[in-house]
């Protein structure tokens, strides 16, 4: 049935934005979204054909087409409204006013999710607590973590974030918080605010209606807040707190400690302290952080030694989810952040999403303060279940009591016990998902599943890949397409991985330099469209079995292609390219006459896109070249589409031309160095993060005398007696032999050090005489910390495409997410 108006509530009790992540979808509404590069409107039919039955669509994308389709449809309720976010919410709000429970809203620069999961944490000693999951604090993060209340919670924690102006009024009205935390400000998200003043007005706006508002007064922020709220909440209740002056407001003295910090809290004009707490930190950010908890928490009414004693069990919420390589072929995601119901929820899609086909989960008992161990555990179980998992491990007394609500669980008492069963041992070819407690000790458990303690390593941050990658998107807009490169193991960082996340966040196309890469895709679960740019005569089979696109650059290719289509039939889809002045591979501009006429003649290959590949775009003496390339490949675009009656998509951009001509996007960008957080342009260097870090570890320690040589030829000396360090790495691993005799550097415990005498072959050694308190077994990185891969490109006479490719296929690589 189709309704022409907003809903005014859902039927259903989950919401998706998402097709892929859907678990129950005959309990999901889904809400057709546009982004820049996805439109949720093309998934609706297969989402129907999953059994989702209510959906929030927009006018302006909703086809006749589809309705047509749609009216046949059982069952059904489809939405057609204006714009879903703001359908979103509405819908939250409402969802908000049912439940009259105390709202905390926490904005500012810095710190709000760490303040959100703390406070969490803190609080659920007294209250059921609802909170955001993860930073979902955006205009669509905010609405869906709304609408995770429920009728058994007592109060709500949630960050808001703010990207541009006019945002935070709309997250105000859905959240109506009663209380506020406005952390430190920084200068995140600065570029669309026009003044410092201008955002710390957007973000009080936040608290327009709130009934008492927590901030540390520093460098007059107290003025300025109050001369704004006085105006908008001239009620509001000022609880401000500072470091320095014990009469305005309350005043916090700290005493550090080795590794903990004393907080003592009291109010103006009082003598007594109000609260004294011992927090387990001692850096700046995670103190303010911890003072903002305890006294929110104090005036809610906790204890002093409730707050005391959830403070001493805070857990420093960097914790990483690593998914690494593990023995037999398994994939372990270990995830011991987090440990209560929610990350439960969270981290069982992720086990889902992983290419092995037999999925484990490796558990202990929950510490989740506020539900009953039996809800809890038939929470858990019912979750579990949704999912197609061969075999479920669970670790402790409470598992084992209620182990009969998990069909075919293996449960032990203890993890001593899992680790001597033997269990670990057979695990063979698949994903394990792995969440222990911290008493649960599960180290243990992931050390007997890795494949190595000790190795050298590649390590990939996969948040850096989304922050860059949003990055260009944002550079690009909506109207452009991204192609994203993961030729050559995804530029050594691995294709599978890599593809499939570049899949997951709505890439166009993918382009590999070779068939069978390709095929490995494809086999891996990557269905994005995949352009291969060096296809061979006798490979044309696996390329249309495998649904790859040639790039066809000669004639010599091209009438091949078309004998192939012929005899088989088959309509083929391909890319042309054309040399626009690198002289590589492509068809040059006074070739165009003769292949326009002959592709007249081969109606059954569709071009799909023209592309060329820029000779200098990150150089600047060399812009006419540029600008000329870019004009010969518009006029051979249009002379082909003339020729055969329809636009290709057109590229030509790589990484570096994005940003420094943006003239040379047309319809689509072929993002590749970019996308590991390397770019020649300044500026672009420093929004970007870094990807890769390569480290290794010390070997062997060595005292080095006075006159002694080190390393093969004699050639390495100290400037005296000191100390060296063998590390694990040398040019097998693909640290170039260039790199010795100081020219290269090692970060060991902060410290930068020289390469000695001669890299050898898997090995290599350091000066360490200035490293102090340095061990056998350290860590040594050799970029991806201070040392950037650009400075390594450097010294070893190369660039960085070159360091990052050659890293060989021994070092081990490890994917973390933040
Ligand atoms: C590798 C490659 C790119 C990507 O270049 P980056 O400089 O890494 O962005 C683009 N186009 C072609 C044809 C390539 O071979």
Not at 561 to 568: A, C, L, Q, V
Request: a neutral charge; glycine letters at 8%.
């Amino acid at each position: 049935m189709f309704h022409s108006q907003e809903p005014l509530f859902l039927r259903s009790k989950y919401i998706s934005l998402d097709s892929r992540q859907i678990i129950e979808p005959k309990e999901t509404a889904f809400f057709a979204i546009r982004g820049v590069h996805h439109d949720g409107h093309q998934y609706i039919e297969t989402l129907y054909k999953r059994g989702v039955s209510e959906f929030i669509v927009e006018r302006e994308a909703w086809s006749p087409y589809m309705a047509q389709k749609a009216e046949k449809w059982q069952g059904v309720d489809i939405y057609i409204v204006e714009n879903c976010i703001d359908t979103l919410q509405k819908i939250a709000q409402k969802h908000r006013e049912e439940f009259q429970i105390p709202i905390v809203a926490i904005t500012g620069s810095n710190g709000k999710t760490t303040i959100k999961e703390w406070l969490g944490q803190l609080l659920s000693v007294q209250f059921k607590v609802v909170k955001n999951p993860k930073s979902y604090n955006s205009q669509i993060g905010v609405p869906l973590s709304l609408w995770n209340i429920k009728k058994e919670h007592e109060i709500g924690i949630f960050e808001a974030g703010i990207s541009k102006p006019g945002e935070m009024p709309k997250l105000e009205k859905m959240l109506q918080p009663n209380w506020g935390i406005l952390t430190n400000i920084g200068e995140a998200h600065g570029q669309n605010f026009s003044s410092e003043n201008e955002k710390l007005r957007e973000k009080l706006s936040l608290f327009a209606h709130a009934k008492s508002i927590i901030f540390r007064d520093k460098n007059g922020l107290k003025n300025q807040v109050k001369a704004y709220l006085n105006e908008i909440n001239p009620k509001i209740e000022y609880i401000h707190w500072n470091t320095e002056d014990p009469e305005n407001g309350i005043y916090v003295h700290r005493k550090m400690e080795k590794n903990t910090c004393q907080l003592r809290f009291k109010k103006q004009a009082q003598t007594e302290c109000f609260l004294e707490v011992q927090i387990p930190f001692t850096d700046e950010a995670s103190i303010e952080n911890c003072c903002h908890c305890a006294i929110l928490a104090h005036f809610l009414g906790l204890s002093q030694s409730q707050i005391q004693q959830q403070f001493r069990q805070l857990k420093s919420i960097s914790m990483r989810l690593e998914v690494k390589e593990g023995l037999r072929n398994n994939q372990l995601i270990d995830d011991s952040y987090n440990n209560d119901l929610d990350g439960f929820k969270l981290a069982l899609p992720l086990l889902q999403n992983t290419h092995k086909k037999e999925k484990v989960i490796i558990f202990s008992d929950l510490l989740e303060a506020g539900l009953k161990d039996q809800t809890l555990y038939q929470e858990i179980a019912k979750e579990v279940s949704k999912y197609p998992i061969k075999r479920i491990i669970g670790v402790g007394e409470n598992l084992y009591k209620h182990q009969e609500l998990f069909e075919g669980i293996e449960v032990f008492r203890q993890t001593e016990d899992l680790l001597q069963s033997g269990t670990l041992h057979q695990l063979h070819d698949a994903a394990i998902l792995i969440k222990g407690a911290r008493k649960f000790n599960f180290e243990r458990v992931t050390a007997q599943l890795e494949r190595k303690t000790h190795c050298t390593q590649l390590e990939i941050n996969l948040n850096a890949i989304q922050h860059n990658l949003r990055y260009f998107k944002e550079q690009i807009g909506r109207e452009t397409k991204l192609m994203g490169m993961v030729k050559a193991f995804a530029y050594g960082t691995g294709s599978v991985e890599i593809a499939g996340i570049l899949q997951n966040q709505g890439i166009d196309y993918l382009t590999v330099a070779y068939t069978d890469e390709g095929v490995e895709l494809r086999k891996n679960g990557i269905y994005t469209p995949i352009m291969v740019m060096n296809p061979q005569v006798n490979e044309f089979d696996l390329l249309t079995e495998f649904g790859l696109e040639p790039e066809i650059y000669s004639f010599g290719l091209l009438r091949a292609i078309d004998e192939y289509s012929h005899t088989t039939g088959k309509n083929i889809k391909i890319h042309l390219k054309i040399d626009t002045g690198m002289k590589r591979l492509g068809f040059d501009i006074d070739e165009l006459p003769q292949l326009c006429a002959e592709l007249q003649q081969m109606p059954q290959l569709w071009i799909v896109s023209m592309l060329s590949h820029l000779v200098a775009s990150d150089s600047e003496k060399h812009n006419d070249f540029t600008e000329k390339q870019v004009s010969l490949f518009e006029k051979a675009g249009r002379e082909v589409s003339e020729a055969i009656g329809y636009q290709p998509i057109m590229h030509i951009s790589n990484s570096a031309a994005i940003q420094n001509h943006p003239k040379s996007r047309f319809d689509m960008v072929r993002l590749g160095i970019g996308l590991y957080g390397i770019s020649t342009n300044l500026n672009e260097q420093r929004a970007l993060e870094p990807v890769l870090k390569l480290k290794t570890y010390i070997s062997q320690i060595k005292s080095i005398k006075e006159n002694e040589t080190i390393g093969y030829g004699r050639k390495g000396t100290l400037a005296g007696a000191g100390k060296t360090a063998t590390l694990a790495l040398g040019y097998a691993d693909g640290y170039s032999r260039k790199l010795g005799m100081g020219k290269g550097f090692f970060e060991i415990n902060g410290v930068l050090c020289p390469t000695v005498g001669a890299i050898c072959m898997d090995m290599c050694m350091v000066d360490i005489t200035h490293v102090p308190q340095v061990n056998e077994g350290d860590e040594a990185i050799a970029f991806g910390g201070k040392v950037q891969i650009s400075e390594v490109a450097k010294a070893a006479e190369t660039i960085a495409y070159e360091i990052m490719t050659n890293i060989s296929e021994r070092v081990k690589r490890v994917y973390v997410r933040e």
